[in-house]
């Protein structure tokens, strides 16, 4: 095997993926299947993290779901204990639980002043504090083994910013500044061996946005449009498009890279739009 290859190699790491049946995880984790990780789908439906890791084994790969809640200690443990039980060691953790809510988002008639609080909350405790719980009981464990990768998923709403999505954006600024912090701290009084890192996706279309951004013929809405005009690709991002920079970001190739936020955006954040 070439340098190159060793380095890049990813077979046999256990993977734990959070959210792991949503449409990006989705894609990462078909990705890492194919590069012989061994993958840990942790999703809030039970039924859906086992049908997640049944498609994996399909892929050839090896799979296990099991439920948790991003947002509840002692689900989060009670996973940690079977895997562990079953591999004896994490590799590494995608936080790929989060998501919106409509209250936290001010329409095209609304003004600030009409946020919902409830649901601000929501989004800030799922996108945030649904990744710190998760990070505090797996990364222990790496803390214990004194190695590990941690990938967080930050956003291009993180800043500069965008119009509406008020609480998403507030909150994935948060996952920026703790990837950087964390990593900060982990490396500082638990060795190099544990890295802290962030994708920061553009606008990928799925479930959550595709009404805002697409018509039901397909075309652009004007909001759509606005996005297409401020990302020099002229398109907006295939899922699958994530795989190699999580990948790279898991492998011994990145062994010197921690706290980095890094975008996948088809250049949405290099673009002043002019």
């Known amino acids: 095997m070439s340098y190159i290859e060793q380095v890049f190699k990813l077979e046999g790491r256990v993977v734990v993926i959070t959210g792991g049946a949503g449409v990006l995880a989705t894609a990462i984790g078909n990705g890492l299947a194919q590069a012989g990780c061994k993958l840990v789908i942790l999703d809030l439906d039970k039924n859906k993290a086992a049908k997640r890791a049944g498609e994996i084994t399909e892929l050839g790969a090896e799979a296990i779901g099991l439920p948790a809640n991003v947002l509840e200690e002692e689900s989060l443990v009670k996973a940690k204990e079977s895997i562990i039980e079953k591999y004896g060691r994490i590799d590494a953790l995608i936080n790929g639980a989060g998501g919106n809510m409509p209250g936290a988002t001010i329409g095209p008639d609304q003004t600030f002043f009409d946020l919902k609080l409830d649901d601000l909350r929501k989004v800030m405790d799922l996108n945030f504090i649904g990744s710190v ?16 990768s941690i990938l967080n998923i930050s956003s291009m709403a993180a800043g500069p910013v ?113």
């Open 133 to 148: 719980l998760p990070t505090m009981v797996f990364g222990k464990t790496m803390a214990e083994q004194g190695s590990g």
């Open 162 to 274: 965008i119009t509406r999505v008020m609480g998403y954006s507030a909150s994935k600024a948060g996952i920026s500044n703790f990837t950087q912090w964390l990593a900060t701290e982990m490396a500082i009084k638990f060795g190099e061996g544990i890295r802290v890192n962030a994708i920061a996706p553009g606008f990928f279309i799925g479930e959550q946005n595709r009404r805002l951004l697409t018509n039901e013929d397909g075309s652009y809405t004007s909001r759509g449009q606005d996005v297409i005009r401020k990302t020099p690709m002229r398109r907006f991002g295939k899922a699958e498009e994530l795989t190699g920079a999580v990948m790279y970001l898991l492998s011994d190739a990145a062994v010197f890279v921690t706290g980095v936020v890094l975008p996948i955006d088809g250049g949405f954040s290099a673009y002043s739009g002019v």
